[in-house]
């Protein structure tokens, strides 16, 4: 049976936190919690957002606009866009593209696991990337225009880097005009990688725990899975399952 998606419909109206979050030692103590967050709500991912932690709402807020007609960031988007740099600088989560083009936070707790998870990834890096990896680990944390400028490496090296979870984010660095600039290091630079066992299973169980239930699509799509893999994972994390309207849904026991 094809697999369908349901996280528009099941997560519309969910809160992650009662009390919005208002310091990044208690964003960190959240994501401890929950393992695995996306940085801003998703119409398709399932996952618990901090933007929905820090604002007690899926309803994502951007800016606000001056009397002089120019726009600055609301309150709660000034925290989550300061605490998602706090935190990995911290040592506090792992941050950045690890699943998709969307910016994820993940547990310490958990660092390992989605390092193994990503083995598959790793092994399909080119020679380029793995040139890439060796000008980072000679130069350490660097900027998209710094292994521009080093190796002609441009951000969809980067982002694919991040997704092997060879790189992550790890420091901001001040720019001469503009936004601070994201720097990049190692994974295993910054963080102990130890052997864990069935990562897939691991992970489905954290995402599922937040969720409560979901379909394989809504796990493929929080982690960056194919079905089949995701419906693997639930399976051998002991869901069960719930068949509604000919969609297969899955349940912690």
Request: glycine residues 6%; charged residues 30%; positive net charge.
């Amino acid at each position: 049976m094809k697999a369908r998606s349901r996280a528009a419909s099941s997560s519309t109206s969910r809160s992650t936190t009662r009390t919005p979050l208002r310091s990044s030692s208690a964003a960190a103590t959240w994501l401890d919690r929950v393992g695995i967050a996306a940085l801003i709500p998703g119409p398709e991912v399932v996952l618990p957002s901090l933007w929905e932690a820090v604002a007690g709402t899926r309803e994502v807020t951007w800016a606000n606009r001056r009397d002089d007609g120019t726009q600055e960031f609301t309150p709660e988007m000034a925290r989550c866009w300061r605490w998602k740099d706090e935190l990995p600088a911290k040592g506090l989560a792992l941050v950045g593209k690890h699943f998709g083009p969307r910016a994820s936070l993940v547990a310490p707790r958990l660092v390992s696991h989605v390092v193994a998870a990503a083995a598959d990834r790793r092994a399909e890096l080119t020679e380029f990337d793995r040139h890439v990896e060796e000008v980072v680990r000679e130069h350490g944390p660097s900027t998209v225009p710094q292994l521009r400028a080093l190796c002609g490496a441009e951000k969809k090296h980067v982002d694919r880097l991040q997704r092997a979870l060879v790189l992550t984010n790890a420091e901001l660095v001040p720019q001469r005009q503009g936004w601070d600039a994201i720097a990049v290091d190692l994974v295993e630079r910054l963080w102990e990688v130890e052997p864990v066992g069935d990562a897939d299973a691991a992970l489905a169980r954290e995402v599922l725990q937040s969720a409560r239930e979901l379909s394989a699509a809504d796990l493929g799509g929080a982690l960056g899975w194919r079905v089949k893999r995701a419906r693997e994972a639930l399976e051998a994390a002991g869901a069960r399952e719930r068949r509604t309207d000919g969609l297969i849904l899955y349940l912690l026991v």
